[in-house]
């Protein structure tokens, strides 16, 4: 037996069936809503709940704060309905062509950069057309029913290739056998585009990026992809953080870039840096560094990717300096959860 499941102020309905995640049912219908780890980390799928009765199989997700949770907030990748269900959750407006697939991929190349990252470029079937927004991943399928999320590193219409920054993980399975044992020409199967995290067009305030780690890949993309789009007017503060400097694996990449694209700024952070790094760049964490440099971020449009706990940290931090929910957009890489390496 399902139950109806109704998103206001929009008034999209949907059933979720017993034992569903609400977002699987949501995604299944058609219905755009932001989402990210599917895994309960991010909280990008949070809605209010107007109405109905719900519960977690797991307990409270880790993305969700027992004060968010009393004031109704849900994560709806993790809740199942008990009964019908009412939720304040506004619809993303995606362009047409963007559609979830499941296709084959050739690895063309493997590049090391770093001990723990190596970036993969992938080559689809030529007769597909794969289309993505900047800034969306896809799923490594792997065998036994496993998954690996990735998001994509360049740019659409950019290359004929998908390009993916992996990095690895002790005892990560996918990772491991990357690094490992991959070979260039191995075939892979993947599905997407996956995710909501891109940037929203329908705003003119200055954007501030940030990243932890390979958190970057996407914002990469959705660098590139602004710059090639025609004149851009509006700024963009992109800040990088890692523990090391080798953490800042394509740092002369982003130094290259700003020359080459006015209102382009770049801020590298690093928590602790290696005496042989000779770092004379900024120190400590890198939403920190965000925050002292914008105390009031009422007027901006935040992008970040990266760990759960820089993610959840900087949502915090942030809303105190005025920044509203909806400026803010987020993927926060689920690390230990089944369906995806960082």
């Not at 659409?156 to 390009?163: I, S």
């Not at 690895?168 to 993947?190: D, N, Q, S, Y």
């Not at 585009?193 to 705003?203: A, I, N």
Request: aromatic content about 10%; glycine content about 12%; overall charge negative.
């Amino acid at each position: 037996m399902g139950f109806q499941v109704s998103l206001q102020p929009g008034g999209s309905t949907f059933v979720v069936e017993a034992g569903e995640a609400v977002l699987d049912a949501a995604l299944r219908a058609g219905c755009h809503i932001p989402y990210g780890c599917r895994g309960g980390s991010c909280g990008a799928c949070a809605g209010r709940l107007l109405s109905g009765d719900y519960h977690y199989p797991q307990g409270l997700p880790p993305g969700l704060s027992p004060r968010e949770a009393e004031a109704g907030r849900v994560l709806l990748c993790q809740a199942r309905a008990r009964s019908d269900l009412v939720f304040e959750l506004h619809e993303l407006r995606m362009p047409p062509g963007i559609e979830v697939r499941t296709l084959p991929a050739r690895v063309v190349s493997m590049q090391r950069l770093a001990d723990d990252v190596m970036r993969l470029y992938l080559k689809l079937p030529a007769s597909e057309n794969f289309r993505y927004l900047a800034g969306q991943y896809v799923d490594i399928l792997l065998r036994g029913g496993g998954r690996r999320g990735f998001s994509i590193a360049n740019r659409p219409g950019g290359e004929d290739f998908l390009e993916l920054h992996v990095r690895l993980v002790p005892g990560g399975e996918f990772t491991t056998h990357v690094f490992a044992e991959m070979k260039e020409r191995a075939i892979l199967r993947l599905q997407g585009p996956l995710g909501t995290f891109f940037v929203r067009e329908d705003s003119s305030r200055p954007l501030l990026m940030m990243a932890g780690g390979t958190g970057f890949a996407p914002l990469k993309a959705m660098i590139e992809q602004i710059y090639a789009s025609g004149p851009h007017t509006r700024p963009v503060h992109l800040y990088w953080g890692a523990r090391h400097r080798a953490g800042l694996y394509l740092h002369e990449l982003v130094e290259g870039w700003i020359d080459a694209r006015p209102g382009l700024r770049y801020t590298p952070v690093l928590s602790e840096p290696l005496p042989e790094d000779d770092w004379r760049g900024r120190t400590g964490w890198v939403h920190e560094a965000l925050a002292a440099d914008y105390p009031d971020l009422s007027g901006f449009d935040v992008y970040m990717s990266g760990p759960p706990a820089m993610v959840r940290a900087a949502r915090e931090r942030f809303a105190q300096q005025g920044l509203p929910d909806g400026q803010l957009c987020f993927d926060a890489f689920e690390f230990a959860h089944t369906t995806s390496d960082p």
